[in-house]
């Protein structure tokens, strides 16, 4: 027997209208628009009656005064993309697109209804996030966008292209699946730590609706996530969130950080279906720290040496370096609290003779991060950076986009063999602790790298992700073994493979 | 290694068009090479100058799509530029003597269409409108070269002129401030 579906629920809208007399007031767009933000006020409205919340909890938590003015004013800011910005939009192609996904594991299942308003609600806080991509004669750059911002199910594959071409689309993507909050984000608008502070706010405000928690924000504007602040929906945007700080950095004579010998690739063909799989290991904080202290190195260093080794395990190559990419975020250098791209990578290279013993190698490693992750090389390759976009300005973006495809893509991937991203800690008022019981941090798939690896702590919990783009199981096999030698207690989820 | 699954299944992904492009991308390089190497070979009119530009067209609006700022307005002002260039060289090459009577006649319909698509949807056609004002300003200068002789003077191109003064009238009285913050943006060099 054919199951007959569910009709949805139908809002009635007169509740809103006597609940919220002057909502429309606080909307100037278009019609199609102005309708969909009613009606995420109405299924609201609903499901908080159906809970059997007071009218006056349900004013508190849907206050019109929340939306502010984004929906009613005109979009007027716009924002140059900064040196390490610049290169995203010029080298893209066709399905390839620079991004990078975050998500929260709640402890219950999301409500998309308030979900979509907590998105409504704290929109307004992330000017630069409320954008679209343009193209200027000489560079791109972020042009405001004032719409109805859009949550959705996630039904694609994680990480695939974000579509950025037609007139006011957005430039991150957030989906849900059963417990799991995810933004996407287009490298273009952010960093790992600006996309951070995006998501702490976006599920404290999702908190708010859902379980009635007014967390206490006192960590203001800190963008860092290991503060258990997050910033307050109700706060005016402030222009430093915004600035471009590569233009604070002292400039170097000489250049840095971008050329060398290209790094020994992991064995596999590319599979067509980028990515071609997602995993996660889920380790104890508490272990893996106590772990990399027997070697004396750090969780990234202990982690880098573990891909050094698979890494080795995984490639037919009998020489070369392999080279692993490690974004270094550099407000730790320049205090700072944009939420625009600030961070710049150091170069952590073995040769393939050198990787033997994790006894051996991590020393090395912790070496290098060490050296290459200070102030200094840091400071000369923003300089490297900010000259090398000075010296491009005067000449027109069709002439410099060939250019930029080329080295965005092939070759700007073949110096390099993976990448770490370590977002570190992340901390959560402590109100919303208790319904939140881990995140993870997926990096999008490169062009030609196999693997791209990146990792996240959130309490006890340490999520290494790793994005695949070759059917070739032989780096995350390597790598689920030696943490097992290394008796570690590991959980490996993931996606199921994208084939098709 | 045992692997949980905690995403959900996804069905085939539509690769049409993506097959279509990479299909499309091989035949136009293969055809864009053949023809001036047949051209040259069997001689007679240059006609593989005007295929080429047809092949650069296809190339450009569907091999190769803009990845960035691929909106309606932008879009008929390239297929506009395309047809139009086409057009001349057809005149030039193949068969002289009425471009200059057809082409403000496109150009003119075309500005129409994005005149017309601009003010269905102003609220988000604001942010697209440069490639409306390159237009404009082209339709502009091409209809003031006419006054100079060349090419000669004919009502369309009159009317070309015409539509697209109007239109700067118009648009610098109620759409100035937009326009100037447009421009700003789209020549910055920060």
């Known amino acids: ?500 | 290694m045992n692997i949980e699954i905690i995403y959900p299944s996804v069905g085939k992904p539509a690769l049409f068009m993506a097959y279509f492009r990479k299909v499309l991308r091989w035949f136009l390089i293969v055809a864009a090479v053949a023809c001036p190497i047949i051209n040259l070979a069997v001689g007679g009119q240059l006609w593989c100058l005007v295929a080429d530009w047809v092949i650069l067209g296809l190339w450009d609006i569907l091999a190769k799509p803009d990845v960035i700022e691929y909106s309606l307005i932008r879009q008929t002002a390239k297929i506009t530029i395309y047809v139009c260039v086409l057009l001349v060289l057809i005149d030039q090459l193949l068969a002289p003597g009425w471009a200059s009577f057809v082409v403000p006649i496109v150009g003119c319909g075309a500005l129409i269409v994005t005149v017309v698509i601009f003010v269905s949807d102003l609220h988000t056609q604001k942010q697209n409108m440069m490639p409306m004002i390159w237009m404009v300003l082209l339709a502009l200068i091409l209809s003031s070269v006419t006054l100079a002789g060349w090419p000669e003077k004919s009502w369309p191109m009159i009317a070309l002129g015409g539509l697209s003064l109007l239109l700067i009238i118009v648009g610098s009285i109620t759409l100035h401030r937009e326009i100037l913050l447009e421009l700003k943006k789209r020549f910055h060099v920060k």
């Open chain 1, 1 to 500: 027997m054919v199951k007959k579906q569910k009709k949805p629920q139908v809002p009635d809208r007169s509740v809103r209208k006597e609940l919220f007399p002057d909502l429309e007031h606080h909307i100037h767009l278009p019609s199609r628009e102005t309708r969909q933000l009613l009606a995420d006020y109405d299924r609201a409205i609903n499901l908080y009656q159906d809970r059997g919340l007071s009218d006056e909890e349900i004013c508190k938590r849907l206050a019109t005064e929340r939306l502010g003015g984004f929906y009613a004013h005109a979009p007027v800011r716009w924002y140059a993309l900064d040196p390490a910005e610049k290169l995203y939009p010029l080298g893209m192609r066709q399905g390839e697109m620079p991004l990078f996904r975050m998500s929260v594991y709640l402890r219950a299942e999301v409500i998309p209804e308030l979900l979509q308003m907590a998105l409504d609600f704290m929109i307004k806080r992330f000017p630069s996030f409320a954008t679209t991509v343009k193209s200027g004669i000489f560079w791109h750059y972020l042009d405001s966008t004032k719409k109805h911002y859009t949550i959705e199910e996630e039904k694609g594959i994680a990480c695939s292209p974000i579509h950025v071409a037609s007139s006011g689309s957005q430039v991150f993507r957030i989906q849900y699946h059963q417990n799991r909050i995810s933004v996407e984000f287009f490298h273009v608008v952010t960093d790992g730590t600006g996309g951070m502070v995006f998501l702490k706010t976006l599920v404290s405000e999702y908190l708010r609706l859902a379980e009635g928690i007014e967390p206490e924000r006192k960590a203001g504007r800190c963008p860092m996530p290991a503060d258990p602040g997050v910033w307050d929906p109700e706060d005016a945007p402030d222009e430093r969130e915004t600035a471009n700080e590569f233009l604070h950095v002292e400039l170097f004579k000489g250049s840095s950080g971008f050329t060398g010998k290209p790094g020994v690739q992991l064995g596999g063909k590319l599979s067509k279906m980028k990515p071609y799989r997602i995993l996660h290991f889920e380790m104890s904080a508490a272990e893996l720290k106590e772990k990399a202290h027997q070697y004396q190195a750090s969780i990234t260093a202990y982690m880098l040496g573990i891909m050094f080794m698979a890494h080795k395990f995984a490639t037919e190559a009998t020489d070369g370096p392999v080279i692993i990419q490690v974004p270094v975020n550099i407000r730790k250098f320049h205090p700072s609290v944009t939420l625009r791209n600030d961070s710049m990578y150091a170069m952590i290279s073995l040769e393939l003779g050198e990787i033997t013993t994790m006894e051996e190698i991590m020393p090395k490693i912790q070496q290098q991060l060490k050296e290459k992750g200070a102030k200094e090389p840091m400071d000369k390759m923003v300089s490297t950076a900010v000259k090398m976009v000075a010296g491009l300005k005067p000449i027109p973006r069709f002439i410099k986009r060939p250019v930029a495809e080329k080295l965005y893509g092939f070759l700007g991937d073949r110096l390099i063999s993976d990448t770490l991203s370590n977002m570190g800690v992340v901390r959560m008022p402590e109100e919303d602790v208790p319904f939140i019981e881990k995140f993870d941090f997926i990096l999008g798939p490169s062009v030609i790298n196999r693997a791209a690896c990146a990792m996240v702590t959130f309490e006890d919990h340490v999520i290494f992700s790793v994005t695949k783009t070759t059917v070739d199981p032989s780096f995350e096999e390597r790598i689920s073994k030696l943490l097992d030698q290394d008796e570690l207690t590991v959980r490996i989820t993931g996606s199921p493979l994208y084939e098709y």
